[in-house]
């Protein structure tokens, strides 16, 4: 341990300089440079030099040439977290199943903070769907899913949403307005569902449902996501609510 890191608070310090190394990558990142890492960290050179030789042997990290990329030792953690595991795991059938019906893509999503975290994606050819990865987040506001979860989730997490100051823009039609955000959630509590025109990717909408436990806990959200050009909302929301309304009712998550 250098004396910096004992300045900065010991090893606590060091945990929190290699959490912002692994969180410098970025879902559309395949690798960056040391140069990239400190820049986007704030770090010295010499600090984050040392720490991703550890990150390395840990196999968190990989090298290609000069580059840095995220391990597989880091997928393999985060595969492990047992709640996720287990819907992931519980619902994949019933996505499979969906996707086979529709050949539409298919997205599992959970609240992590206050962005939307894709567990699981069932799609056919890349063309079919728009990009988008498993481990991907998202703004709450700008995704059928994450609608979903605001709307359905507890009242504490919108007024975190609205209280961080002006709404994200993911595209130019994505709904900022606090106003009309919140009419929109209105709705989506009545219908039981969420749609989305082009707020996330241009092309592209989506339609998503709530999961509930058996005891009637929110834990995650279903969506179907679609070229704008054969988007069918009556159609897709009903098929959501059939499957959602299984999952709820089988053994595999309650």
């Given at each position: 341990?250098?004396?910096?890191?004992?300045?900065?608070?010991g090893?606590?310090s060091?945990?929190?300089?290699?959490?912002?190394i692994l969180?410098?990558f970025?879902l559309d990142?395949?690798?960056?440079?040391?140069?990239?890492?400190v820049?986007?960290?704030?770090i010295?050179?010499?600090?984050?030099?040392?720490?991703?030789?550890?990150?390395?042997?840990?196999?968190?990290?990989?090298?290609?040439g000069?580059?840095?990329?995220?391990?597989m030792?880091?997928?393999?953690l985060?595969?492990?977290?047992p709640?996720?595991?287990v819907?992931?795991?519980?619902?994949?059938?019933y996505?499979e199943?969906?996707h086979h019906?529709t050949?539409?893509a298919?997205?599992?999503?959970v609240l992590?903070?206050l962005e939307?975290?894709?567990l699981?994606?069932?799609?056919?050819?890349?063309?079919?769907a728009r990009p988008?990865?498993?481990a991907?987040?998202?703004?709450l506001?700008?995704?059928?899913?994450?609608?979903?979860?605001l709307a359905?989730?507890?009242?504490s997490i919108?007024?975190?949403?609205?209280?961080r100051g002006?709404?994200q823009?993911?595209t130019p039609?994505?709904?900022?307005?606090?106003?009309?955000?919140?009419?929109?959630?209105?709705?989506v509590?009545?219908?039981g569902?969420?749609t989305e025109?082009e707020?996330t990717?241009?092309?592209?909408?989506?339609?998503?449902?709530p999961?509930?436990?058996?005891?009637?806990m929110?834990?995650?959200s279903?969506?179907?996501?679609?070229?704008v050009?054969?988007?069918d909302v009556a159609q897709?929301?009903a098929?959501?609510?059939?499957?959602?309304?299984k999952?709820?009712?089988?053994n595999?998550?309650?």
């Amino acid at each position: 341990m250098t004396d910096e890191d004992t300045r900065e608070g010991g090893a606590n310090s060091v945990l929190g300089k290699a959490r912002l190394i692994l969180e410098a990558f970025e879902l559309d990142d395949d690798s960056l440079t040391l140069t990239e890492i400190v820049a986007r960290t704030g770090i010295s050179k010499a600090t984050v030099h040392r720490l991703n030789q550890e990150l390395l042997e840990w196999g968190m990290l990989e090298r290609i040439g000069l580059e840095y990329r995220l391990g597989m030792r880091a997928f393999e953690l985060g595969s492990r977290v047992p709640r996720f595991r287990v819907l992931r795991d519980a619902v994949r059938p019933y996505m499979e199943s969906l996707h086979h019906q529709t050949r539409e893509a298919v997205h599992l999503a959970v609240l992590d903070g206050l962005e939307v975290l894709y567990l699981e994606k069932v799609a056919g050819a890349p063309q079919s769907a728009r990009p988008s990865r498993i481990a991907g987040r998202l703004p709450l506001h700008s995704t059928a899913t994450g609608k979903v979860l605001l709307a359905f989730g507890q009242p504490s997490i919108l007024e975190e949403v609205m209280a961080r100051g002006p709404l994200q823009r993911v595209t130019p039609t994505t709904i900022v307005l606090p106003g009309v955000l919140l009419d929109q959630l209105r709705r989506v509590r009545s219908d039981g569902y969420a749609t989305e025109i082009e707020e996330t990717t241009a092309g592209y909408g989506s339609v998503a449902v709530p999961i509930f436990g058996a005891s009637g806990m929110l834990l995650a959200s279903l969506s179907l996501t679609t070229p704008v050009v054969r988007s069918d909302v009556a159609q897709h929301a009903a098929l959501l609510r059939s499957v959602s309304q299984k999952i709820a009712t089988s053994n595999a998550i309650n």
